[in-house]
C-alpha cells in the first residue's frame, strides 16, 4: 500500500536544505560557549542560522532566541503578562492568557491589542487572522512560510515559531522580540542567548531549522503554495460533489493554503482517522485527544459548531511536495469509507444541515 502523508500541520518532513546542515553541525565538537577555535565554530553555525531566521522572519539578528520549540517560546513570552486571547488558541497559548476574547465570522475580536495574544493562523482550520498593530503576542507557528509575514512590519511585541513546522527539526524553536524588551527568564544558568534563556544551544536542531526557514521562505516568495492551494480546493470541490452533507469549516474566509477541515455529521472524526491511516492515508481528527480521552474541539466550539458537528471533523494539511493523485486517492478512499460507515452513524445525517 502506498501511503500519503497529509498532516503537515501537525508536522513536516525534514528538508534536504536541513538534514544537510544538521549532518555538516554533527561534526562540530565545540561548545558554542567556548571560546576555543573548536567553540567558536559551533557558535559560527549559532549565529548562521540566527541570520537565517531573522532574515526569513523579517527580524534583527539579535531579535531571535532560541528555544527547545514552540511551547516553550510560548510560556517565555506570556508567563505572568495577563494577557487576553481567543479560545481558538493552542493549548500552549491557551494555559498563559485569559480565553475571554470573542471570535466573530472567524475574526478574533480585539479591543485592546496591547494586553491580548492573537495567532496568525489555526493549525485545525488554517484560518487567518489579520494581526492587529500594537499586538503583544502572535504565535506564528502555522502561517509562517506559508503566508505573508515580516515582523518589521506586522505591529506585533513577539513572535514565536517551531522548527518542525517548516521542514526542520523537532525540539528547536524561536522567540522574536526586539532588544531590550522586559522578559523575564524562565530558564535561569549560564546565561547564554543573551540572558533571556540559559543551557548549551542545541547546535544541530539549530542548524537545520535555520536552513530550513530559509528555504521556506524562499518556496514562499516562489509561489509555490500557490500549487498547493489549489489542490486543497480541487480536494473539497471533489469531496462536496460526491457529499452535499459535507460542512467545510472556514470556507470563505482566508485561510492557510495547505489546509481543509470538514465534517461529516454522523461520523465521528476519530473513526475517519482510522479508517483513512488503514487505507494509506495520514490525516487529524479535528477533536484533539488528551490522556486518551477524546474531547470536542474547543477550536470548533468557538467557531459555533455545534458538539455533534465539531466531533465529526477532521483536518487534511498538503504539504509542497503534495501530488494530485495523492488527493484523488484521498477522495476515493474517502468517500468509500464513508459510504461503508456503520449504520447508525448514517441515521445521524438527517438532523445537520451544511453550513
Known amino acids: 500500500m502506498k501511503r500519503a502523508y497529509l498532516d503537515h500541520n501537525a508536522t513536516t518532513p525534514l528538508r534536504a536544505e536541513a538534514r544537510a546542515a544538521m549532518l555538516a553541525a554533527m561534526d562540530v565538537v565545540g561548545n558554542p560557549s567556548s571560546v576555543h577555535a573548536e567553540g567558536r565554530a559551533a557558535k559560527g553555525i549559532v549565529e548562521t542560522a540566527r541570520a537565517q531566521i531573522a532574515e526569513a522572519v523579517g527580524a534583527s539578528d539579535a531579535d531571535v532566541v532560541f528555544t527547545s520549540g514552540a511551547t516553550e517560546a510560548a510560556a517565555l513570552a506570556l508567563a505572568g503578562r495577563g494577557l487576553k ?3 481558538i488558541e493552542h493549548d500552549a497559548v491557551h494555559g498563559w492568557v485569559d ?5 466573530v465570522n ?6 485592546d491589542p496591547a494586553r491580548a495574544a492573537v495567532q496568525l493562523a489555526n493549525s485545525e482550520t488554517g484560518i487567518v487572522q489579520v494581526l492587529p498593530q500594537g499586538l503583544a503576542v502572535s504565535d506564528v507557528t502555522q502561517g509562517f512560510g506559508k503566508v505573508p509575514f515580516a515582523f518589521s512590519w506586522s505591529g506585533v511585541g513577539m513572535v514565536f515559531l517551531s522548527a518542525h513546522k517548516f521542514g526542520g527539526p523537532k525540539g528547536v524553536g524561536a522567540l522574536i522580540l526586539p532588544q531590550g524588551t522586559d522578559l523575564a527568564a524562565q530558564i535561569k544558568g549560564g546565561g547564554q542567548e543573551m540572558g533571556r534563556r540559559s543551557g548549551t ?11 530550513a526557514a530559509a528555504a521556506a521562505q524562499a518556496d514562499l516568495a516562489a509561489g509555490k503554495w500557490e500549487r498547493v492551494a489549489k489542490l486543497r480546493n480541487i480536494l473539497e470541490t471533489a469531496i462536496e460533489a460526491a457529499e452535499k452533507s459535507t460542512i467545510f469549516v472556514g470556507k470563505g474566509l482566508d485561510r492557510l493554503p495547505n489546509t481543509s477541515c470538514f465534517a461529516s455529521p454522523g461520523w465521528k472524526g ?5 479508517a483513512m491511516d488503514l487505507a494509506g492515508f495520514a490525516v487529524s481528527a479535528g477533536s484533539a485527544c488528551s490522556s486518551g480521552k477524546v474531547r470536542t474541539s474547543r477550536v470548533l466550539q468557538a467557531l459555533g459548531l455545534n ?5 465529526s471533523a477532521i483536518r487534511v494539511s498538503l504539504g509542497i511536495e503534495t501530488t494530485e493523485d495523492e488527493v484523488m486517492r484521498f477522495v476515493q478512499a474517502w468517500c468509500e469509507k464513508r459510504a461503508r460507515r456503520e449504520p447508525l452513524e448514517r441515521m445521524k445525517d438527517d438532523s445537520f444541515g451544511n453550513r
Open 85 to 87: 486571547a481567543a479560545p
Open 307 to 311: 458538539d455533534e458537528v465539531a466531533s
Open 270 to 274: 476519530e473513526t475517519q482517522v482510522m
Open 201 to 211: 544551544e542545541n547546535v544541530i536542531g539549530i542548524a537545520g531549522m535555520g536552513a
Open 99 to 103: 480565553p475571554s476574547l470573542t471570535v
Open 106 to 111: 472567524g475574526a478574533v475580536q480585539v479591543d
